[in-house]
């Protein structure tokens, strides 16, 4: 079994304002940690990946093609792989929460 503390990760800035990191994983799926400053914006893009999530902290606003969903702490969501879709912290704090992807995410581009 393996452990992982926020306080052990070494977050990467994937775009301004937005920071993430993995935090453990196995062959089936992946958990990353991310935190959204105020007014970052992760662009529309699309992974083959499922991803689920969970805030804690803060409030993002999914966009997708047809829809805005707005998520506060204590809301989970889910996103089906392959399905274009944008975050933005349009509020005054940041977002913190965790990300879930089956299957696992192997090198995604915003490490290198």
Do not use: K
């Amino acid at each position: 079994m393996e452990r992982v503390s926020l306080s052990d990760l070494e977050p990467t800035e994937a775009a301004d304002g937005v920071n993430l990191a993995v935090m453990a994983g196995s062959e089936s799926m992946n958990v990353q940690h991310f935190e959204i400053e105020p007014g970052a914006v992760v662009e529309t893009h699309s992974h083959p990946h499922e991803q689920t999530g969970f805030i804690y902290e803060g409030e993002v606003v999914f966009v997708s093609e047809d829809d805005e969903v707005v998520c506060g702490p204590g809301d989970s969501y889910a996103i089906p792989g392959e399905q274009p879709h944008a975050a933005e912290n349009r509020g005054d704090e940041p977002v913190r929460g965790v990300d879930i992807f089956s299957p696992p995410r192997e090198n995604p581009s915003w490490q290198e």
